[in-house]
């Protein structure tokens, strides 16, 4: 095993300033003409048991980094310190004792499944690859509580992916990322492929796992900003590949102070239809600028309406505003 770095810190994710660069190659001999700057100095955090919610429209970033903080993808530059140590530069060998602790739950329960396999052997996957089990009984006990686990039967243990609904099949997958106990679960669009009362049933369960669990965290990624604000304790705003706001949850839907931020919210639809006619929508002009030659100064410049001379010049850094409400903006 390479040398491990260990840092102290309470937080089970410590990221710092992480980028992730892909590079273009065009031409017979594959000359490299840039890099799409997927994450552009990027710093978070987050705590045991705690929900840290990743927005921001497609391509922003989001998919990103949850595979970088599993360490599917090794970053360009930074540091990802994952329960103290850090794993930015880990081989392959040392990430397989490391990926116990750390899960996916994908966007398509369908696609993320084997189709080969059965219900029963893709949940215990996990307990033989990191030896969790002793014995055959042992492994079918823990199999059959997994799925207890997740609200389905274990009589449902030999049936094949496509014998689910689309509700059951990321039911499968919530009890596959638990085979290993994790401490950290990245939940990527995990309820985009659901209808609402099913969406529902799956936020409910994430948060009643956690509770059970205690120091069980999640990486919660999704363009539902409904559904964001109510499973999370905080969120993070990212354009462009940098996080441009982010605070606890009820704050940020009450004091929205990033002006990306409020033309998120601004889009969101309202229940209510007396609030929805009356309520101020932001609409942003022109097109989302591409990460392979991002603006200079502040990269959301060209579509802010409240864009000054210095912000097309300055890149702003995030910065506290009081109670830990982050914000990268010169105007506010």
Known sequence: MSETTTVKSENIVDIQNLKMYF?????LLKRK????????NVSISIKPGETLGLV????CGKTTMGRCILRLYK???GKIIFDGNDISEYSDHD???TRRDMAIIFQDPYSSLNPRKNSGTIVGEPLLIHKLTKSKKEYDERVAELFIMSGLSPDMTDRYPHEFSGGQRQRLSVARALAGDPSLIVCDEPISALDVSMQAQILNLLQELQVKHGRLSYLFISHDLMAVQYISHRIAVMYLGKIVEMSASADLYAHTLHP?????????????PVIEATRKRIILTGDVPTPLNPPSGCSFHPRCFMAKPECSVETPQLRDTGNGHMVACHCV
């Open 23 to 27: 590079p273009v190659r065009r031409g």
């Open 33 to 40: 003409i840039g890099d799409v700057k997927a994450l552009d």
């Open 56 to 59: 921001g429209e497609s391509g």
């Open 75 to 77: 970053p360009t530059e």
């Open 95 to 97: 990430l397989r004792h």
């Open 260 to 272: 990306y931020s409020q033309a998120l919210l601004s889009a969101q639809p309202v229940p209510d």
